[in-house]
């Protein structure tokens, strides 16, 4: 079974997923910090190719013509 990770910001989240885990019976652990995340954010630049990125630009596009027109 999985146990849930929590890391709460105030006494009241502790007292809230304590009383969720129990409900559900569901083992769980209490972080006072976050985990500290390895990679950086330049692992993540790169490129891509100009057919990839007219499919983005398109998508995009479209996705706000139907964001404006629902408005």
């Not at 009383?19 to 490129?47: N, V, W």
């Amino acid at each position: 079974m999985a146990t849930i990770i929590i890391h709460p910001k105030t006494k009241e989240e502790v007292t809230l997923f304590e009383y969720l885990a129990k409900q559900l019976k569901t083992p769980y652990e209490i972080k006072d910090k976050l985990a500290k995340a390895d990679k950086k954010p330049s692992d993540f630049f790169g490129t891509i190719s100009e057919k990839e990125g007219k499919k983005m630009h398109s998508h995009l596009n479209k996705s706000r013509e139907e964001w404006e027109r629902d408005i």
